[in-house]
């Protein structure tokens, strides 16, 4: 079936992201085994309730140096958890606002309060207008309170949106949520690693 719609993912799609960048920022506060508690492909419940907004940002952080000893202030752990976000390549937003002429595009991101403030902030400072503009509609985990790869939380956005499975195209870089995609009846594309964006489009468009 045609595709009308786009669903993309954010992080690792349209951001640039670097999880060790984090990992070793943890290191550094005291946690020597942060890849236990999260990845690309794995989230303990902590970090689970924070991308469904099952905790706020306060009970997060103690939750966090109760559970690891740390005694880092919440600035530091903000610091050390944002150190993952990278940079949005303009070609990447000049090829959203290209589609958004042919297709309704929208966004699907696993993510939470810490990281939407920032990535938010730094797209403003070096785009100058908000980045949710681009899409018809964003969805954020924390927002909506489901997150990747459940089923239930694709079911969502397809009757939030108003969408037909079949019609629409989900992209991401983790190949757990493009299946989970695929399941729930959406066609779906796997940014690999070696890959982008702009390279895989073409491949599905």
Known sequence: MAIKNIVFDLGGVILNLDF??????FTALGIKNFNEYFTQLHANPLFKQL????????????????????????????????AMLL??????????????????LFLFSNTNAIHHTAFHKSFQQLFHFNFDTLFEKAWYS????HRKPDIAAFEFILTDGG???????????????VEAAIKAGLQAAHISPG??????LPEVL
């Open 163 to 177: 969408l037909i499975a079949p019609e629409t195209l989900f992209i991401d870089d983790t190949l757990p949520n």
């Open 20 to 25: 060790d960048k984090s990992a070793q920022a």
């Open 87 to 104: 940079d949005f390549p303009v070609e990447r937003i000049e090829k959203l606002k290209e589609l958004s002429t042919h297709y309704r």
């Open 195 to 200: 890959k982008n964006m702009l390279m895989v």
């Open 51 to 82: 991308e469904t907004g099952a905790i706020i940002n306060a009970g997060f952080y103690d939750e966090l140096r109760t559970t690891t000893g740390i005694t880092a202030s919440n600035k530091e752990i903000d610091a050390a958890w944002n």
């Open 142 to 145: 924390h927002l909506i309170g």
